[in-house]
C-alpha cells in the first residue's frame, strides 16, 4: 500500500495516506528536499517506514502509547519533536493553560490547524522573526498562561522578553542554540537567560581569600531559567542548576550535574551528582 506525498510549503511533505482506515497515523516528513512540485510515492507500511530511524528512535516510536496521533520524522537531532512532547504533558495532562510561540513552524507544523502532538495547546504563530518578543509579551497579556513555550530564542529583545515573562510567575520552556552552558554565558545576546555577567572588582581581602585578581566575573541577577539542559545527543542530555553551574564557571570549578541517557534496553539511567568539566562526562 502506498500514500501520496503533498507538498506542504516551506520544504516540507505531508504523508496523506489511506493506512489511515485500519490505523489513524499522521506521518510528517520535515524539510525533504522535493525535485519538482509533483507528487511523489512513498510506501507507508509503518514498520518499513520507521526502519530508516535509528534502532532506539524506532522502537520508542513503535511502543509509544500515543503513536496513534504521530510518527514524526525530523532529520537533526530532535529538538523539535521533543518540544511536542513537553509541551503535551503540561497542556493536556496537568491542564495547564499552555500557549506556544511558534516562529518557525517546527513544533505546531505549517497551516492554520496544529499539529496533533500538541495535545490541547494553544499555538500562536509569528508573522515575521523580528517580531518573535512582541507576540511573547502578547501572549502573556492577552492570554493569561500558565506555561509557555517558545522555539529558538536568539535575539537580545527575545532574551528580555523571556526575563519578563518569568517575573511575573509564568512557567517558561524555551530553546537556544548553544554546544554547552559556556556557549550561552560567553553571548552577549544570550547570556541575559542565565543572568548576565558583569565585572566585579573585590576588595584585597577578599581577593586574597578566593586567591583570585581583583577584577572577576559574577553572575549580576538571578537566572531567567531555573534549570538548563544540554542535549548532548538525542538520548544523553545534562541538566543544569542553572545558578550553581553558572557561580561555579565563573569562579573556575566544575559544578555537578545531572546526566539522563538511554542504555541498551532503552531505559532511562539517571546519575546524579556528576562533576561536570565542559567535554565529556
Not at 535509528?54 to 516510536?61: F, V
Not at 573556575?252 to 562526562?281: L, S, T
Request: proline share 6%.
Amino acid at each position: 500500500m502506498a500514500g501520496v506525498c503533498v507538498p506542504w510549503g516551506g520544504g516540507a511533505c505531508r504523508l496523506i495516506s489511506p493506512i489511515r482506515r485500519r490505523f489513524p497515523v499522521s506521518y510528517t516528513v520535515a524539510s525533504l528536499a522535493l525535485p519538482d512540485s509533483s507528487a511523489m510515492i512513498v510506501d507507508d507500511n509503518l514498520g518499513a517506514f520507521l526502519e530508516i530511524l535509528p534502532k532506539d528512535l524506532r522502537h520508542r516510536l513503535l511502543n509509544d502509547s500515543r503513536r496513534n496521533q504521530l510518527v514524526e520524522v525530523i532529520m537533526d537531532l530532535g529538538r523539535p519533536p521533543e518540544a511536542r512532547y513537553l509541551g503535551e504533558p503540561g497542556g493536556q495532562y496537568l491542564r495547564k493553560n499552555e500557549v506556544i510561540i511558534d516562529t518557525s513552524n517546527e513544533i505546531g507544523g505549517d497551516g492554520d490547524i496544529p499539529h496533533s502532538a500538541i495535545g490541547g495547546s494553544r499555538r500562536m504563530q509569528v508573522p515575521k522573526p523580528s517580531l518573535q518578543h512582541k507576540v511573547m509579551i502578547e501572549a502573556v497579556e492577552n492570554h493569561m498562561p500558565q506555561v509557555i513555550i517558545v522555539d529558538e530564542i536568539g535575539t537580545e529583545a527575545e532574551a528580555l522578553a523571556c526575563r519578563s515573562i518569568a517575573e511575573r510567575g509564568v512557567m517558561l520552556i524555551g530553546t537556544a542554540h548553544g554546544e554547552q552552558l559556556q556557549n550561552i554565558i560567553k553571548n552577549p545576546t544570550l547570556s541575559d537567560l542565565i543572568g548576565g555577567i558583569e565585572t566585579v572588582t573585590l576588595g584585597d581581602e577578599e581577593a586574597r581569600a578566593r586567591r583570585s585578581q581583583k577584577s572577576i566575573l559574577e553572575r549580576k541577577a538571578p537566572p531567567t531559567f531555573y534549570f538548563l539542559i544540554e542535549m548532548r545527543e538525542r538520548d544523553y542530555w545534562i541538566a543544569h542548576q542553572t545558578e550553581k553551574s553558572v557561580d561555579m564557571l565563573l569562579r573556575g570549578r566544575n559544578p555537578m550535574v545531572e546526566v539522563r541517557r538511554r542504555d541498551e534496553e532503552y531505559k532511562v539511567v539517571i546519575e546524579r551528582w556528576k562533576a561536570y568539566d565542559g567535554q565529556g562526562i
